[in-house]
């Protein structure tokens, strides 16, 4: 009989020639477990999900206890399922009172899909704005708006009509005109290797889509629910998008994204053409109870609000001759090395000294630090001790000193 390992290079689809083939068997608060019992912390959350943790216990009561009432019974927005609209509801009481109405699917490359959408039946226009360095999922329309051509050319054609411009360039938006219906962003750039915005450019971004009469998408599928430190990453910026796109996070470690606007905006949907943006799975049942248990953790243990102190006790374990810089707020950290040629080296072996790091997309300098939330101090010293191991290893491999 053949092993899980040689199963998952046999018939599983491949995402690329070096995943990380770490086998887990079990996982517990920030610790995932091996088949010989090996222990790793996890440093990235299953990348900005795990907030709460793996298997948060009011996160698995909520999902046995919705399993045990209903699974998945209509195709979304058919019928009235509790957990679905009680979690609308607390979410958008969490946000600005223009951010009213809820649409859910099930990843956020659907949430951008279907934001792309709203905006373009809204306003009635075709032009979308993106910025450099954006991630925003990996369809069709989600490709189309990220900004990185190494990832995007070999599958051309693409959604006619983006235009890409540079993030915390004031003069590129110029780009955004009468002919826009909307510019998407990622209030802090996640895989570009967390890049804040520069003070007011979110606040041009808006005035300029107030003039042009286009809608400004916040995608907060990475910063969402206490990661940087405050519930949203809009709470720190005090703009208010037309659409807000949610994900990861969402589900409490299960699938499901949402895209979120005023109830006007939305009900462009529902007429000329009925069913304008449908989906099945979408805000399954048990999805919606799971986020629901997870959002409430976050908010009853204030894990965002502690963000700022976990953040400033990583920054000042973390002292290494090969760290350049440590980038972000809160728990969504970049670790810029001196030499990139370590990053690899240090990624790779990270289980070895038990703990889980991952790369950005589009930085090739950092590593990702974004644990579960409630990771406690101890743990993060104990990350740090081995992270520093590491690079010390990863340094003599170098022959750098
Ligand atoms: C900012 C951002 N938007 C959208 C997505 C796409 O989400 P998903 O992988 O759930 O489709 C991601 C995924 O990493 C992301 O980081």
Avoid: W
């Avoid at 949430?111 to 075709?126: D, I, N, S």
Wanted: hydrophobic share 40%.
């Amino acid at each position: 009989m053949l092993t899980d390992r040689q199963l998952f290079f046999l018939n599983l689809g491949q995402t690329s020639t070096e995943p990380l083939s770490l086998e887990i068997t079990r996982a517990e608060g920030v610790f995932m477990y091996g088949p010989s019992g090996e222990k790793y912390l996890d440093l990235i959350s299953g990348v900005s999900v795990s907030n709460t943790g793996h298997r948060h216990p009011r996160v698995v009561d909520a999902v046995k206890k919705q399993i045990d009432a209903y699974m998945h019974l209509m195709v979304y927005g058919e019928m009235i399922q509790s957990p679905q609209v009680k979690y609308a509801a607390h979410i958008v009481s969490l946000l600005p009172e223009s951010l009213g109405s809820c649409y859910f699917v099930n990843s956020g490359s659907e949430a951008v899909e279907g934001a792309l959408k709203l905006a373009k039946r809204y306003t009635r226009k075709g032009r979308i704005i993106y910025f450099s360095f954006a991630y925003h999922g990996s369809t069709h329309g989600s490709l189309s708006v990220q900004g990185s051509e190494k990832y995007r050319s070999a599958f051309r054609p693409l959604l006619p009509d983006t235009v890409q411009i540079d993030f915390n360039d004031f003069k590129a938006l110029d780009a955004i005109t009468t002919s826009t219906a909307c510019v998407i962003v990622e209030p802090v750039q996640s895989e570009a290797g967390v890049i804040f915005p520069v003070k007011g450019f979110l606040e041009e971004i808006r005035q300029r889509c107030t003039d042009n009469g286009a809608l400004l998408i916040f995608d907060e599928v990475q910063t969402g629910f206490g990661r940087t430190g405050s519930m949203f990453a809009i709470d720190k910026f005090s703009v208010v998008p037309d659409i807000l796109v949610l994900a990861k996070a969402l589900g409490g470690g299960m699938p499901l994204g949402a895209f979120i606007s005023s109830g006007e905006i939305m009900s462009s949907l529902v007429a000329n053409p009925q069913l304008g943006h449908i989906t099945t799975f979408g805000g399954h049942p048990v999805c919606c109870a799971a986020g629901m248990a997870s959002l409430n953790v976050i908010l009853e243990e204030k894990l965002a609000e502690k963000c700022k102190a976990k953040s400033a006790l990583f920054r000042k374990e973390l002292d290494h001759q090969l760290i350049k810089e440590i980038r972000g707020e809160g728990l969504l950290l970049a670790v810029q090395l001196t030499n990139r040629d370590c990053i690899r080296y240090v990624i790779k072996n990270a289980p070895h000294y038990g703990i889980i790091l991952d790369y950005f997309l589009f930085c090739d300098d950092a590593f990702r630090i974004a644990p579960p939330l409630i990771i406690s101090e101890d743990e993060i010293k104990l990350a740090c001790c081995q992270l520093k191991l590491l690079l010390d290893d990863a340094m003599k491999k170098s022959g750098k000193r």
